[in-house]
């Protein structure tokens, strides 16, 4: 099973911690790409799979923001991402069926910079 880097939509707080330096809170709504590929042999039988699957979940994580200049800052950002479980059923006629699960969870590490306008 692949996962595709998930997108997120939420609240993004920035608290100021004096000078150049601030906080980020993100907590929010995420989804992502889910892709379930597979090969069977047997009995000089060959199949192929292909299953795609866009769960959702939620987001939370934080960070921080260091203003370079005037228009610069920097950040580094840590997100947990839980996407919940993913079950395929396969089903092959004269076969007995298959069920799979994953519970899609990611940690992601962003790290920018950004230009204020």
């Known amino acids: ?17 004096g000078g150049r330096l ?3 809170c993100h907590c929010g709504y995420a989804f992502g790409r889910v892709a379930l590929k597979g090969t069977a042999t047997g009995g000089g039988v060959n199949a192929s799979l292909t299953q795609n699957a866009t769960p ?16 610069w800052s920097a950040k580094l950002e840590y997100l947990y991402v839980d996407l919940g479980t993913v ?22 590490v962003r790290a920018g910079v950004n230009y204020r306008f």
């Open 22 to 24: 601030a906080r980020l």
């Open 56 to 71: 959702s979940g939620g987001t939370i994580g934080g960070g921080t923001e260091l203003a370079l200049g005037p228009n």
């Open 87 to 108: 079950t395929n059923t396969i089903v092959v006629p004269g076969a007995p069926s298959l069920a799979d699960s994953a519970r899609v969870q990611m940690n992601v």
């Open 1 to 17: 099973m692949r996962s595709l880097i998930p997108a997120s939509v939420g609240i993004l707080a920035l608290v100021p911690r």
